[in-house]
């Protein structure tokens, strides 16, 4: 059963939806750089300010709603988790495989090994490692202020689903990543590696997102 929400936001809500508004504008500028250089160019000054003041006051707007819709502001709050996290995850793999192509000299594209003739890559690789570290931002944002759970269910059988839960979205994530990786050389072949690893990284992050919301909610932060 969902809890009626305040009929305005808190001090606490402000905060969060001002930090994430500021990472979020933080990690979408090296992330517009390597998949669009042109629109970079022409708006990197505005998108800071843009999702700074945006963020809040999408948060607003979902608040109001939630005056009628309860489960409204909880959506809300989740949607600003997931565009942070996604981001979070791309930018961290623009980040590594720019920094590792640039300084060891290795190619996204090569192959490892195979899982049921799916091949992984090391661009899978990165995937996995930037997809833990938006996991471990993802818990604590929803925990803290999605959910509202605070420190008062720290409990190991919540880490354990967490961890199961994590671990199937983890799976879907990389997997889905992986498959349209190799894809786009069919489908898109005039991208870049850069736009081809961002849009594979996309793809996979909103499945595992979408997994994820399905069982933090209803498994893993149960009222």
């Known amino acids: 059963m969902e809890t009626t929400p305040q009929a305005s936001m808190s001090k606490k809500d402000y905060a969060f939806g001002i930090a994430a508004g500021l990472l979020i504008g933080l990690l979408m500028l090296p992330i517009l750089k390597a998949a669009k250089p042109d629109l970079y160019n022409k708006f990197a000054a505005i998108v800071l300010p843009f999702f700074l003041i945006g963020t809040p006051v999408g948060l607003v707007v979902a608040k109001m709603i939630s005056r009628k819709i309860a ?47 799916v091949a992984i890559t090391i661009y899978s690789i990165y995937k ?54 190799k894809s786009l050389d069919i489908l898109l072949p005039g991208t870049t590696d850069d736009q081809k690893g961002l849009l594979a990284a996309a793809a996979g992050s909103i499945l595992g997102m979408a997994w994820n919301f399905i069982g933090y909610k209803f498994i893993v932060f149960k009222e």
């Not at 202020?145 to 199961?164: D, L, N, P, S, V």
Request: charged fraction near 10%; aromatic fraction near 18%; avoid cysteine.
């Open 128 to 181: 996995a490692v930037t997809f833990i570290i938006a996991n471990i931002n993802s818990y604590f944002w929803n925990k803290y202020w999605t959910f509202e759970q605070g420190a008062a269910k720290k409990t190991r059988a919540q880490f354990f689903q967490f961890f199961i839960v994590s671990l199937i979205g983890f799976i879907v994530n990389v997997l889905v990543a992986s498959i349209v990786y």
């Open 71 to 117: 489960i409204i502001w909880q959506i809300g709050k989740f949607g600003v988790i997931g565009v942070l996290n996604t981001l979070v995850d791309i930018g961290s793999l623009a980040l590594i495989t720019f920094l590792l192509r640039s300084s060891a000299g290795l190619d996204p594209k090569k192959e490892l090994f195979f899982i049921s003739g």
